[in-house]
């Protein structure tokens, strides 16, 4: 075909470790054309993000990659990196999820965008910045004369993403790889990079492999979408084929793997179970030994919340909303101000000690299943760690027994309690996360987005596992999330938070059927798609 | 270790994981360099502890006849000197040596004398370290002519003795056990005391950890060797005083290290998790920040012992370690440096068996760092 971009056939991709070859991706046929934008969706581990490294040659040290893959009939597989750094980096061009780590904290924007240029293509110090400020308004960065002088720590994460846009687009390219370029950033940062990205691909015709997990975004951003699943294409088609009509059973289950119900209110007169008022939570950075400047951040700001039993709150917001800091103050772990109360306890002053006695009935569940789990100590030991502080009269064959009734409940195998936390998965991390928190019986959990690091598929078990959880131990959750979908299906109130404060608060149904703030619709704009 | 022990004694049904220790095992195994380097450390260290026990002489022995005498494999006295050295004993006796014969470890020798010979006269034959148990085989010629046989003492001196008298290669081992003992002891001690002191004043933090800090860096900002004479002189030459010394100065490095490390763990979400569990601040720091900083901070471990080595051979150069005749390598090299052109041996041989074994802990800590942080390669 005349206006094929990319081809890739027969592609093969093993790493070598010393448990023995892993194939990562088994054999795939892909075609790009000019001017499209071919979707790549699968969860994590599915090989789409390698099938892509392998054709630009950065395939770790141990990987290997076999097959073909022409780009405009050039053969890119076993090209010698000279001849590949003709191509990658000018015509093929790649973007990444993490904008905070991809740019040199230590050199201006204008000098990375102008170095490349000056390099490949001889540009004049002159000229090379007058192109990177061009690039600059190419990409929408607001004042870009005066900004192409900034440093990438002056800039939010969004602007970067859209730097490194502007760096992949230097050299004018035929085909952007864009690797889960919005995975990191919020919602309402994700929907503008996205129209960004139309509007170059419109403007100047250019061809996009998009990698994502995200199939709302899929769904509005691409013409052609493959569906990858341990390291092979099980379906390819267009947008609207694979959406309204999918073949495979896998997509199907991609498809509907977007949680659902929702969650009925307690009784009007439950009582009160965790209450703060006026919570205030300030950090301050900066200032040393010998003085300097203080910078005060304003995190959480004067905040009243109520949790009654049997209740969930969904607190959303984008990063920096101080919802995290909400939940930790309440729980007592940084230094906030105000009148918290559990039960019928004032917790607000008490000692370490003092709070001692609640922990175990206020438990806490992260984010990151990978950082929330100690990588030298066994699943067991990790669930059971709260007993040694709170039962500690409990044997250890006592311990281990609750810790297989913990195992069960949240779904896991019992036989896996003596290995360690990199030999599961992400969603069984998450349980073992979960099951060290149930293990204590506790009255309140607050989960500080504890679905956000997984695949969808995955997310719904656990959201359907949080469920059943409350459901069997009357527990009130506190549930922390920039994922509307989750917080709908698992909230029964809902507090928006905006810069410390709070925008707008209401039962579920109200907030997402009549949301009276512009910012609350605009996330659910953006989340969406609406 | 308690983890340790719980691991084993649980059911056999459950699966047994495979820890990060066990998967930088396997890494470290298929390490050819570094397993190569183990096993020349541990060949070092047994050659070092177990030799002397096994070794004919002491590591003080003084043998007068054998000044500074050249390694050889032949057992000393090597037979071309042997003539001289008999015909030397036998002129003291105002007698005429007419033949002598070496054979392995006994020689036969024909005297005479214008006059009958005395029988008393073998005495002399015995004298020199070099011969034993003369006697009289034959009398001829009306007792002017005696056929002597006796014993050739056989020294070995594989690697030659030095300027004293005494065997090089039993002070090479000695002085190996005093290297290995400081080096890995006070590289132990800075351990202990580097990693508790890093480990606490990093989670604590704020103004406990300014103030722990600044101590460190007040007293690294001591000059060592100002340091470790003022202790000479106060409590005289002894050899704990090294593990104190060392010890007391290579902590600061580790607790330095902990401290970052903590730093970085303080903000893992596995500490925050076990704050809000409810553990103590020690329960915290001995089960979730000190094993995790392990990998580091084994690693520096291994650069330290050679380190240390090092330094105590410094010491022992400029004559602050241990003392005579005990000794160490730095004290035998020291030694050899002196006589550089004459005697050489005394410098290579101790020179050799130091940088093998500097070599070989080198390798070996690579070795580690790569099987602990596999990500770095």
């Known amino acids: 075909m005349a206006d094929t971009l990319l081809d890739i056939r027969g592609l093969n991709v093993r790493f070598s470790t010393p448990t023995g070859d892993v194939h990562a991706v088994k054999g795939i046929d892909l075609q790009v054309n000019k001017g499209e934008t071919l979707a790549i969706v699968g969860e994590s581990g599915s090989g789409k993000s390698q099938t892509m490294m392998a054709i630009m040659g950065l395939l770790a040290a141990n990987g290997r990659a076999e097959g073909s ?54 540009l004049s110090a002159k000229a090379a910045r007058a192109r990177a400020i061009d690039l600059l308004k190419l990409v929408k960065i607001p004042d870009p004369e005066r900004r192409v002088d900034s440093y990438p720590y002056e800039m939010s994460g969004g602007q970067r993403q859209r730097v490194m846009i502007a760096m992949a687009l230097a050299n004018d390219p035929e085909l952007l790889i864009a690797d889960e370029p919005t995975t990191a950033l919020d919602v309402t940062i994700q929907a503008q990079i996205l129209e960004l990205l139309v509007e170059l691909k419109q403007r100047i015709g250019l061809a996009i492999v998009f990698i994502s997990h995200d199939l709302g975004i899929v769904r509005r951003f691409a013409d052609r979408v493959a569906v990858m699943r341990t390291g092979e294409v099980v379906e390819t088609g267009t947008v609207a084929d694979i959406f309204a009509n999918p073949q495979h059973p896998y997509t199907k289950m991609l498809l509907a793997a977007e949680p659902t119900g929702r969650k009925a209110p307690p009784a009007d007169n439950a009582p009160i179970l965790l209450e703060g008022r006026d919570v205030d939570v300030r950090f301050s950075m900066g200032g040393g030994f010998m003085g300097g400047k203080k910078l005060d951040i304003h995190a959480v700001d004067h905040v009243d919340i109520r949790l009654k039993e049997g209740q969930t709150i969904g607190i959303v917001g984008e990063s920096g909303s101080g919802k995290s800091t909400l939940g930790r103050a309440l729980l007592r772990l940084n230094h906030g101000t105000g009148a918290i109360r559990f039960g019928t306890d004032d917790i607000s002053e008490a000692s370490r000690q003092e709070m001692r006695r609640h922990r175990r009935q206020m438990q806490l569940v992260f984010q990151d299943p990978f950082g929330s789990l100690s990588p030298r100590m066994t699943a067991g030991q990790i669930v059971t760690e709260g007993l040694l502080v709170h039962e500690p009269q409990l044997s250890k064959s006592d311990r281990d027994v609750r810790a297989i009734k913990a195992f069960l409940e949240v779904g896991l195998d019992p036989a896996t309690r003596n290995r360690y936390p990199h030999e599961f998965s992400g969603g069984q991390r998450q349980r073992i996360a979960i099951a060290r928190a149930i293990i204590l019986k506790p009255q309140v959990v607050v989960l500080d987005e504890p679905t956000s690091a997984l695949d969808r598929s995955v997310q719904k078990q656990i959201v359907e596992l949080l469920r059943d959880l409350q459901a069997k131990h009357d527990l009130s959750y506190l549930f922390i999330s920039h994922d509307l979908a989750v917080v709908r299906a698992l909230s029964d109130y809902i507090i928006v938070m905006k810069s410390g404060k709070i925008v707008e608060e209401g039962s579920t149904d109200q907030i997402f059927d009549a949301p009276r703030e512009s910012y609350t619709r605009e996330l659910m704009a953006a989340a969406f798609g609406k | 270790m308690s983890e340790m022990t719980q691991t084993l004694s649980e059911p056999a049904a459950a699966v047994r994981g495979i820890s990060l220790w066990a998967m930088a095992r396997h890494r470290f195994v298929r390490n050819k360099a570094a397993m190569a380097s183990l096993v020349v450390l541990i060949l070092v260290a047994v050659f070092s502890f177990g030799g002397t026990w096994v070794y004919p002489h002491k590591y003080d022995q003084i043998f007068p006849s054998y000044v500074a005498v050249p390694p050889s494999l032949d057992p000393y006295p090597l037979e071309d000197t042997l003539h001289q050295v008999m015909q030397t004993a036998v002129e003291r006796a105002h007698l005429r040596l007419d033949t002598f014969n070496a054979e392995g470890t006994t020689y036969t020798a024909r005297i005479s004398s214008d006059k009958p010979i005395d029988p008393r006269a073998t005495r002399y034959l015995d004298r020199p370290d070099e011969f034993d148990a003369s006697e009289i085989t034959s009398t001829l010629d009306d007792g002017k002519t005696i056929e002597v046989k006796g014993k050739i003492n056989g020294q070995y001196f594989p690697v030659g003795t030095d300027r004293n008298g005494r065997d090089l290669l039993p002070r090479i081992m000695v ?88 730093l970085s763990l303080k903000r893992r979400e596995f500490v925050e998790a076990a704050h809000a569990m409810g553990l103590s601040n020690w329960q915290i720091i001995r089960r979730h920040v000190i094993p995790n900083t392990i990998g580091p901070v084994v690693v520096f471990v291994t650069v330290l012992v050679p380190k240390v080595i090092l330094l105590e051979s410094f010491l022992s150069f400029l004559g602050l370690g241990v003392q005579e005749p005990m000794t160490s390598w730095g004290a035998l090299i020291a030694e050899g440096t002196t006589g550089m052109q004459a005697v050489p041996w005394l410098l290579i041989y101790p020179a050799v068996f130091f940088v093998v074994t500097l070599f070989a802990l080198n390798f070996i800590g690579d070795g580690l760092r790569d099987a602990l942080d596999p990500k770095d390669r």
Do not use: C
């Open chain 1, 69 to 122: 893959a022409k780009f405009q009939g050039q053969e890119m597989i076993g090209l010698p990196i000279g001849k590949l750094n003709r191509i990658r980096g000018a015509k093929i061009t790649m973007i990444f999820q993490e904008p905070m780590t991809s740019l040199d904290p230590l050199y201006k924007i204008g000098k990375q965008l102008a170095e490349p240029m000056r390099r490949h293509r001889g």
């Open chain 2, 175 to 262: 002085g190996g056990q005093v290297s290995i003992t400081v080096g890995f002891l006070a590289t132990f001690v800075s351990l202990i005391i580097g990693v508790t002191y890093g480990a606490v004043s990093g989670y604590i933090g704020g103004r406990v950890d300014n103030v722990m800090m600044r101590f460190v860096e007040i007293l690294y900002s001591l000059p060592f060797m100002f340091f470790v004479i003022m202790l000479v002189v106060f409590f005289g030459r002894h050899f704990v005083l090294i593990f104190v010394a060392i010890g007391a100065i290579e902590w600061l490095d580790m607790a330095r290290i902990v401290r970052g490390q903590t």
